[in-house]
């Protein structure tokens, strides 16, 4: 009973990874060097917004060192 169970098993993954590779099979694919073409041209447009290469102003930044208090 187990026996069966387990080949019962094993085609319901088989199936699952047809129906995987069908999906995958249907998609537009595009060539490598017209992605990094497009990756390129994405980051020198937004290049502007990024704050990893602007920086942050410091009123907006969260991880700004803390005030030491007035008061004390």
């Not at 990874?17 to 497009?38: F, H, P, W, Y």
């Amino acid at each position: 009973m187990s026996n069966n169970n387990a080949s019962s098993s094993s085609v319901a993954v088989a199936q699952k990874a047809v129906k995987q590779l069908r999906i995958e099979a249907k998609m537009r694919r595009i060539n490598v060097s017209q992605a990094a073409t497009d990756l390129k041209n994405f980051c020198l447009q937004n290049a502007h917004k990024d704050p990893l290469l602007v920086g942050v102003p410091s009123s907006d930044n969260p991880f700004r060192p803390p005030k030491s208090c007035g008061l004390l």
